[in-house]
Nanobody, 124 residues
Framework: QVQLVESGGGSVQAGGSLRLSCDGS????????MGWFRQAPGKVREFVAAISWGGDSTRHADPVKGRFTISRDDAKGTVYLHMNSLKPEDTAVYYC?????????????????WGQGTQVTVSS
């Protein structure tokens, strides 16, 4: 059974940091590219970051570039999202996703599996 389980969300003040984790199981983790997306209240889900097989290539959306970093540990079957300098507009439910493509980027349709999400709330 395929599972993606996010953790690490919570409430933090603006300027603070969080590290999200997503543990994958039930599939060949190292042969999947991974992505993070987020959905704020009343808004559509948007792409945050993606990482390729092996972690050689990464992409970050413009709103988070320079503040967020995606990484992966294939031995643990885990992908991370390191979030620094958080802003109130980063408040959202954050989802991880897995794709059989080498680097699925921001197209949700390219992802095969999704987690249930973890809430991040940033107060001013």
């Amino acid at each position: 059974q395929v599972q993606l389980v996010e953790s690490g969300g919570g409430s933090v003040q603006a300027g603070g940091s969080l590290r999200l984790s997503c543990d994958g199981s039930g599939f060949t983790f190292w042969r999947h590219s991974m992505g993070w997306f987020r959905q704020a209240p009343g808004k559509v889900r948007e792409f945050v970051a993606a990482i390729s097989w092996g972690g050689d290539s990464t992409r970050h959306a413009d709103p988070v570039k320079g503040r967020f970093t995606i990484s992966r540990d294939d031995a643990k079957g885990t992908v991370y999202l390191h979030m620094n300098s958080l802003k109130p507009e980063d408040t959202a439910v954050y989802y991880c996703a897995a794709s059989t493509l080498d680097l699925a980027l921001g197209d949700e349709n390219r992802y095969d599996f999704w987690g249930q999400g973890t809430q991040v709330t940033v107060s001013s």
